[in-house]
């Protein structure tokens, strides 16, 4: 059974431009999450889905960050305008009932 | 709020030595989910183990095993035979239970490095 997909797997933008990265969660979860990781701040939860509908966005940054998730089988984050201090690796993670949580392979975004 | 912690940033264990990795946390809730995921090189976030806390008895997973104290908010990870392949970050991760909040508390991370 295929886990959690994740594209790009890297990618590297100037700064100003619109990133967007994408997830497929595992078939049958209900909880989808987006994490971001860096070195100073760890591992922080920016945003989760309960079926399809956005639960707790409290860990979004600022306006330049949107999550969107418009069928079960897919997620966008999407960064506009992106920023040098948003280099990070961002991780999707889904999730049956909300408790464990699988983790995808992560994007490594550098921003110029 | 909840808090997770790893007071080990670094271990180090010889190859086929038995290490035990610590985290305590802090909670008020009664029921919760304890995981431990693994890190390699490669950044992928590889669920280890997990314990429910309203069972007593410890989870083991092949070579990785808990112990679970409830009453002291402790949750360590014993990794045993280690092999080249444990080497990773390892972090001590916390969540509520029931759906009152779905949010992965993590640690800051102990980096386990394996010795041939």
């Known amino acids: 059974d295929a886990g959690v997909i994740q594209s790009p797997r890297h990618e590297v933008t100037e700064m100003g431009q619109e990133v967007t990265l994408r997830c497929k969660p595992i078939?049958?979860?209900?909880?989808l999450f987006w994490y971001r990781q860096t070195m100073m701040r760890g591992l922080e939860l920016l945003i989760y889905?309960?079926?399809?509908?956005?639960?707790?966005d409290s860990g979004m940054p600022e306006d330049r960050f949107s999550a969107k998730m418009p069928n079960a089988s897919f997620s966008t984050l999407k960064i506009q305008p992106s920023e040098p201090r948003d280099s990070a690796v961002y991780f999707c993670?889904?999730?049956?009932?909300?408790?464990?949580?699988?983790f995808g392979p992560g994007t490594r975004l550098t921003v110029l | 709020a909840q808090t997770v912690t790893q007071s080990q940033p670094e271990m180090s264990v010889q190859e086929a030595e038995t290490v035990t990795l610590s985290c305590t946390y802090d909670?008020?809730?009664?029921?919760?989910?304890l995981f431990w995921y693994k890190q390699p090189p490669s950044r992928q976030m590889i669920l280890v183990i997990r314990?429910?806390?309203?069972?007593?008895q410890n989870a083991t997973e092949n070579r990785f095993s808990v112990n679970f104290q409830k009453a002291a908010k402790s949750f360590s990870l014993k990794i045993s035979d280690s092999q080249l392949g444990d080497a990773a970050m390892y972090f001590c991760?916390?969540?509520?239970?029931?759906?009152?909040?779905?949010?992965?508390?993590f640690g800051t991370g102990t980096l386990l490095a394996v010795q041939p």
């Open positions: 993670a889904s999730s049956p009932r909300g408790d464990t949580q699988y």
């Open positions: 078939s049958g979860h209900d909880y």
């Open positions: 889905f309960n079926n399809n509908v956005p639960i707790d």
């Open positions: 909670t008020s809730e009664s029921d919760y989910y």
């Open positions: 314990q429910e806390a309203y069972k007593q």
């Open positions: 991760a916390y969540t509520g239970y029931g759906g009152a909040t779905n949010k992965l508390i």
